[in-house]
């Protein structure tokens, strides 16, 4: 099992840069898939980024490739999400998520272990 928690988030404006952590306990991190994933006000949770086990593999949601980047330190146990070019749709809760499937999941129902979340906020 993996506990997982999220830093970074806080008010920006649009066109700024965000680098949001999640770090996980234990020592099975590199086991994990890792995602992140945004819930705004009033609409579902959606997919933004993954990465493998190893990094080796990305993958982004079409609204972000080219803005954000998805990596991880495995010695450091954490997973990171660079944000540029922020706009305001991007205003949302973002959330870590764990996965111990052999594939990397973009669905959240894919997901076994979730952190509470961080918010980031995007001003016009």
């Known amino acids: 099992q993996v506990q997982l928690v999220e830093s970074g988030g806080g008010l920006v404006q649009a066109g700024g840069s965000l680098r949001l952590s999640c770090a996980a306990s234990g020592r099975t991190f590199s086991r994990y898939n890792m995602g992140w994933f945004r819930q705004a006000p009033g609409k579902e949770r959606e997919f933004v980024a993954a990465?493998?086990?190893?990094?080796?593999?990305?993958y982004y949601a079409d609204s972000v490739k080219g803005r954000f980047t998805i990596s991880r330190d495995n010695a450091k146990n954490t997973v990171y999400l660079q944000m540029n070019s922020l706009k305001p749709e991007d205003t949302a809760v973002y959330y870590c998520a764990g996965s111990t499937l052999a594939i990397v999941p973009v669905g959240s129902r894919n997901y076994n272990y979730w952190g509470q979340g961080t918010q980031v906020t995007v001003s016009s």
């Open positions: 990465i493998s086990q190893s990094g080796d593999r990305t």
